[in-house]
């Protein structure tokens, strides 16, 4: 899987708790990006990375913040975790942008919100 | 929205055939991919088509992109029972959104 890892993988939380996901790459990749994949929806963009402390929003940001203090790491956190963040989250790289290479996808991360 | 819809939604074929899928988008793009998905697993890049690109071949795939029609179609042919998985198109709008537009897939099913 192109030297992504999410972690963890799995993971069950209550309402209003907080949550950071971690994406993890070793291709040193100046792009990273968070996904969440629902049903009838596909994959939507949350936020992304285009270096070191540099972050955008996507689509969907909401309730939901990320940070990139290191080239190599990607954190997703949910502030104050809502039902509707039960997702599957997916962490994507590329060495650019969209409009010149491929995206390599982890493993994803099943998160319950209860 | 810009997402891109896939056509079928579904689709089982026998081992053997070829299998089509086919989407089509609102905006107008930079380059369009197509991904696949296993089951409970991540995304797989298979092919990118640039938007004055009309087919690109990659071993046993075939896509075509029609920029005036706004639609893309990816032919698998000789389809294996491994080929099952969900078939994902992807826009870049080159709006410099550094996003892509993720379809809700073809979820294709071949049959041994």
């Known amino acids: 899987d192109a030297g992504i890892t999410q972690s963890p993988r799995h993971k069950v939380t209550e309402t209003g708790t907080p949550v950071t996901l971690r994406c993890h790459q070793t291709e040193n990749h100046r792009y990273m990006y968070w996904y969440r994949q629902d049903p009838g929806h596909g994959l939507r963009l949350i936020h992304y990375s285009y270096g070191v402390k540099d972050t955008d929003k996507g689509e969907v940001s909401d309730g939901y913040s990320v940070s990139r203090s290191k080239t190599e790491d990607f954190l997703l956190t949910l502030e104050s975790a809502t039902s509707s963040q039960t997702s599957v989250y997916f962490c994507?790289?590329?060495?650019?942008?969209?409009?010149?290479?491929?995206?390599?996808f982890g493993q994803g991360t099943r998160l319950t919100v209860v | 929205s810009q997402q891109g819809e896939e056509d079928p939604q579904a689709l089982s074929i026998q081992e053997g055939e070829n299998a089509t899928m086919n989407c089509s988008y609102k905006t107008s793009i930079n380059n369009l991919q197509w991904y696949r998905q296993n089951s409970g697993r991540g995304l797989v890049h298979l092919i990118l088509i640039r938007s004055n690109e009309r087919e690109k071949h990659s071993g046993r795939l075939r896509v075509t992109l029609d920029t005036s029609k706004k639609s893309s179609s990816l032919l698998i042919t000789a389809s294996r029972a491994a080929d099952t998985a969900s078939y994902f198109c992807a826009t870049d709008p080159g709006t410099g959104a550094n996003n892509l537009f993720f379809g809700t897939g073809t979820r294709l099913t071949v049959i041994p």
């Open positions: 994507a790289i590329s060495t650019s942008g969209p409009s010149n290479t491929e995206a390599f």
